[in-house]
């Protein structure tokens, strides 16, 4: 009896977030990053660029260092994500 039910998917990374992402290169680093629709917004995050929190069902960017694994994924306003060249957040990380 075959039984490969073997569960790989961790809760946080169980939306495949590499089928979709794009890839930019910025001062910090070589980043990919994916757009996240307002239903896929489940949860309230905390956006790094303005330290405001990103509430359920709004739109925004979801980034990741490239190479990673996506363990230190962030979530941005796709505003902050978008502006983050210009005005360099002092607590990145
Ligand atoms: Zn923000």
Redesign the pocket.
């Known amino acids: 009896m075959p039984r490969k039910n073997r569960r790989l998917r961790s809760p946080e990374r169980g939306r495949g977030v590499s089928a979709d992402s794009s890839t930019v290169e910025g001062p910090d680093g070589r980043f990919q990053f994916r757009r996240i629709n307002g239903s896929a917004a489940e949860k309230t995050y905390r956006?790094?660029?303005?330290?405001?929190t990103?509430r359920p069902g709004t739109p925004h960017v979801v980034a990741w260092a490239d190479g990673g694994d996506g363990d230190d994924r962030r979530h941005?306003?796709t505003?902050?994500?978008n502006a983050r060249d210009r005005r360099r957040p002092g607590h990145f990380g």
């Open positions: 956006c790094p660029g303005c330290d405001l990103i941005w306003h505003g902050c994500w």
